[in-house]
């Protein structure tokens, strides 16, 4: 069975730009089926997947109407715990104190980091690199 990538953000346009990044950066693997990127356009859609499978790698927008990103990582820490160490967050919104405090109690119970939004296509593959393809 190949590495599952899911991808969650309201925003369709980044939601597709974050896959083909991935889809590209790693062509091959997806070619041969070691790697899937799943999209979805809220939270709780990740947290019902999650209870089902472990994804390799989880990227929450922060932002997000209803559960946001962070709210969806402690839901997800509820049903698969494993799975939220695999959490990544992407924002635009770091540079908020209040968003800011709130990734960083995040991280500290348990998610594994944060991207910025827009992330880069080398910050990409240095994550998925180090979170899901390291020996």
């Known amino acids: ?44 859609g ?15 927008d922060v932002a997000m109407p209803g559960l946001d990103g962070i709210e969806t990582f402690y839901c997800i820490k509820e049903v698969a715990p494993a799975a939220a160490a695999r959490v990544v967050f992407l924002t635009g919104l770091a540079g908020s104190e209040t968003v800011r405090a709130r990734i960083d109690r995040a991280i500290a119970a348990g998610a594994c980091g944060c991207l910025p939004k827009p992330a880069t296509a080398a910050e990409i593959k240095s994550l998925l690199d180090a979170r899901v393809f390291a020996a």
């Open 1 to 44: 069975m190949g590495k599952l990538v899911v991808i969650a953000d309201n925003v369709a346009a980044v939601r597709e730009t974050l896959r083909e990044t991935i889809e590209q950066l790693y062509e091959d693997r997806v070619a041969s089926g070691e790697l899937r990127v799943d999209t979805y356009e809220d939270g709780s």
């Open 46 to 60: 990740v947290v019902s997947l999650c209870a089902m499978t472990a994804p390799d790698l989880v990227i929450l």
